[in-house]
Structures are given as C-alpha cells and as structure tokens.
C-alpha cells in the first residue's frame, strides 16, 4: 500500500521534518513503534495524515519538536488528552512501508527492524501502549507481617503475532510470557471503550520486568516518555539498594 497525493500543495503552512523517519536510525525506529502502537494513519483522501495522542503533554512536545516543531498540539476536550497531527506523504509512505498501516490494530506485525534499533522500537511501544507498576503487598507467616513490592511491566496488543514478534527480540535472559486477556471493556480518562475483539499481553514480572527496563531504557537514549524511563530508573536504584530480592 502506497499513499500518492494527486494535487501537491505549492506551500506548507507547517514544515515536516521527513528525515527523522527516513534516515532509518534508533530514532526513526523509537518513533516507528510509538506510532504502531499509540498513534494512527488517517488516509481519507482529503484528510492525509499521520497521528499520536497521550496524556503526556511532554511526550507528545517531545515527537512533535522532532517532526514538525511549530505544529500546534490539540487538547481534546472534558479529558487530559494531546494530540498531535502530521501531514507529509513520505513520512507516511515510510510508516506504512514499516506495517504501521491504517486500521492496524488486529493486524499490527513487525516487518524489519535493524537488531541495533530493536531495543529503542521496543522502548517506543513500551512508551505508546504498554504499563509499568509495582505494587507493595503484605502477607502473615508465623505470626510476622512481610511486605513485598511486585513489579510488573507489559504491552498490550489486540495482534498477538505482533507480541510474539516483539518477544523474539528480547534477550533470551529476560523471561516473559504472552497471556490472552479475552475480550474486555476499558477505560481511558473516564471514557469506555468498547471491546470487540480479543486482547493481548506480552508481561514481564519482579526481576525480569527490571531487567527489561533497564534494557530498553539503557543510558543516554534520545527520547522516551519521562515517566516511564524515571520509574525504570527507580526500579534500577532498587535493584541496587537491596539486590538480594532480585536474584
């Protein structure tokens, strides 16, 4: 599939960085994987383009600096919700090359991604659709109280071969799992969403879900959504403080 533009406009009110995807570096395949997972291809014929959305008004400043900096970001209203759209063919054309298509998400697979960029496509999935949570949980033995804190992080997918793509990627040192999480409702911003079809999780627990993070989220990378890469962090200074719990 191939997006042409019959009519070229003679001027553009908001210039499109398109080397940011063309250059095809650890960038380019961050934003490929923010884009499949969080962000979407509009190819109506009078309305081409390219968007993501978030609650994180930083992340999405930071992928809009990138691509178009003087585009405006879109607040939709009643929820905390940013948007931002793009319109340039070659971007387009790049990211649907790369299987980030319109109305992907049960189709979603992963075409080819350099072994040296996998780490940052799989950091930008991460950051677009997937969760980091640790929870501090309390249990009796003997008449003790413990306290334990389970870590978890996983990306969800209604297109399980995309997981199981994903899963071929990571270092056979980190352990995960792929679970089928059936058809459920959810919620974003007080808004349900309507489930049609079944949902995928690809699930890293307590060790393994630090080790990942910290694999994804490895020094000096060039862009991620601050809040994930903070809490990866925290979970690192853990691991440091007390790493017999992470054995």
């Known amino acids: 599939m191939t997006i042409k533009l019959l009519n070229p406009p003679k001027f553009r009110k908001y210039q499109v960085n398109s080397n940011i995807f063309l250059k095809e570096d650890d960038i380019s395949f961050y934003l490929l994987g923010a884009y499949m997972t969080d962000g979407c291809i509009n190819d109506k014929k009078h309305h081409l383009s390219f968007s993501i959305s978030s609650k994180d008004l ?33 971007c387009m054309n790049w990211l649907i090359d790369n299987s980030c298509t319109p109305r992907k998400s049960k189709t979603l697979y992963i075409k080819n991604i350099p072994e040296k960029y996998q780490r940052d496509f799989i950091r930008g999935c991460i950051d677009g659709d997937g969760s980091l949570s640790n929870c501090i949980y309390t249990k009796i033995k003997n008449g003790k109280i413990y306290t334990y804190t389970k870590h978890t992080a996983y990306l969800c997918s209604a297109s399980e071969k995309f ?3 994903i ?23 007080n808004r349900k969403i309507k489930a049609t079809c079944n949902m995928y ?18 020094p000096n990378n060039k862009i991620s959504l601050y809040r994930k890469q903070y809490k990866a962090k925290q979970w690192l200074q853990e691991k440091k403080t007390i790493p017999h719990l992470f054995r």
């Open 58 to 90: 930083d992340w999405i400043e930071n992928i809009r600096n990138l691509i178009c900096p003087n585009k405006p970001i879109y607040n939709k209203k009643k929820i905390i919700h940013y948007d931002f759209q793009a319109s340039d063919i070659n």
């Open 167 to 189: 899963k071929e990627m990571i270092p056979k040192t980190i352990n995960c799992n792929i679970i089928n999480t059936g058809i459920k409702d959810s919620q974003i911003n």
């Open 201 to 218: 999780r690809l699930v890293f627990n307590d060790s393994n879900a630090i080790k990942f993070t910290e694999w994804i989220y490895y």
């Open 163 to 165: 997981l199981i793509q």
